[in-house]
Nanobody, 128 residues
Framework: QVQLVESGGGLVQAGGSLRLSCAAS????????MGWFRQSAGKEREFVAR????????YYAASVKGRFTISRDNAKNMGYLQMNSLEPEDPAVYYC?????????????????????WGQGTQVTVSS
């Protein structure tokens, strides 16, 4: 198993930036693919981004592509989501998640059912 803890959320002005972190413990982090999801009040949890075990391949939701960057540092057991040009549509609780890396398609990567482990979430608020 792997345990995930997010941090780095907060309040930022529209157009600003935040970097979310995901600290992993337990089994070797490098054996898991990692994803970020978000959920705002009254809405379904939605996919944001995914990165492969080695960090070589990543997928992004259309709504964040070009603004957000997912990355990882396996030596530190850390995952990151750099969020730039934040928009009023971005506020949500952001979750990191991990799975054994079985996906090879965007559809699979974007499905929350793919992921076996989840963090508790970190709140991101954007002021206009």
């Amino acid at each position: 198993q792997v345990q995930l803890v997010e941090s780095g959320g907060g309040l930022v002005q529209a157009g600003g930036s935040l970097r979310l972190s995901c600290a992993a413990s337990g089994r070797t982090f490098s054996t898991y693919a990692m994803g970020w999801f978000r959920q705002s009040a009254g809405k379904e949890r939605e996919f944001v981004a995914r990165i492969w075990r080695t960090g070589g391949t990543s997928y992004y939701a259309a709504s964040v592509k070009g603004r957000f960057t997912i990355s990882r540092d396996n030596a530190k057991n850390m995952g990151y989501l750099q969020m730039n040009s934040l928009e009023p549509e971005d506020p949500a609780v952001y979750y990191c998640a991990a799975d054994a890396g079985r996906c090879s398609t965007y559809g699979c990567a974007a499905a929350s059912e793919t992921y076996d482990y989840w963090g508790q979430g970190t709140q991101v608020t954007v002021s206009s």
